[in-house]
């Protein structure tokens, strides 16, 4: 009996070897904590035309009830404006509006829990004023006609777009001179005048209109 005994005690020791005396008392292995993190679904760099809005949708892991997030402008102007929304304790969205032409900057995110903080950048610029919309002749702005025989005018269009129209007329209107219009394309093309019989000084206003 002694011998069944101390071959059963023997069995029981080497299936069990974590309930040594040293070992105490076993303990479950608990995941370490995750790391307090945001992500931006649009990316961290934004381009903005003036008085465009876009909203960005952030997440956050490893935070918890008592996360916070803030948005500031790095530099702060008044080209931007910056307004945070928070959805729940791991979403939301922070909303950000060009109000003029800016340099590069730079919106700084805090997140924040109480015992862990990070903080993320977005970059955000905006596109150049359009260019001033304006026509320029070749020939310059003032003509010396001969009677019946017709001038052209070669203009050019910058600032402009695909739907841009040009048109010209008489600013005083007589019979005294004709005046075509010929587009040529979006940004260039001639205005044909002939004067038809002597007159006083006239203009020709010519309007350049894109929508």
């Known amino acids: 009996m ?25 303990t479950p292995d608990w995941p370490e904590p995750q790391p307090l993190a945001i992500a931006f679904a649009e990316g961290n ?5 003036v008085d465009e809005t876009k909203t960005v949708h952030y997440t ?14 790095q530099n702060p102007d008044d080209a931007y404006t910056v307004e945070t929304t928070p959805i729940s304790a791991t979403e939301g969205t922070i909303t950000i509006t ?8 730079r919106i ?6 109480g015992s862990q903080t990070l903080t993320a950048e977005i970059a955000v610029s905006t596109n150049p004023n359009p260019e001033e919309l304006a026509i320029t002749f070749a020939e310059g702005n003032l003509l010396l006609l001969n009677i ?3 001038k052209t005018i070669h203009y050019t269009i910058t600032g402009g777009s695909a739907k841009t129209v040009v048109t010209a007329e008489m600013q005083n209107p007589d019979d ?14 001639t205005i044909t005048i002939t004067a038809k019989k002597p007159s006083n000084e006239n203009r020709i206003i010519v309007t350049v209109s894109d929508g």
């Not at 956050?60 to 402008?73: L, N, Q």
């Not at 060009?98 to 900057?105: F, I, T």
């Not at 700084?108 to 829990?113: A, N, R, W």
Request: proline share 5%.
């Open 2 to 26: 002694k011998k069944l005994f101390l071959l059963t005690a023997l069995f029981v020791a080497a299936a069990f070897p974590s309930c040594s005396k040293h070992d105490g008392v076993e």
């Open 45 to 49: 760099e934004l381009f903005f035309g």
């Open 60 to 73: 956050i892991t490893g935070g918890s009830a008592k996360t916070v997030v803030t948005a500031e402008m």
């Open 98 to 105: 060009a109000k003029k032409p800016s340099n590069e900057n």
């Open 108 to 113: 700084i995110v805090t997140v924040s829990d």
């Open 148 to 150: 019946n025989e017709p």
């Open 176 to 189: 005294a001179y004709t005046v075509e219009t010929t587009p040529i394309s979006a940004t260039e093309g």
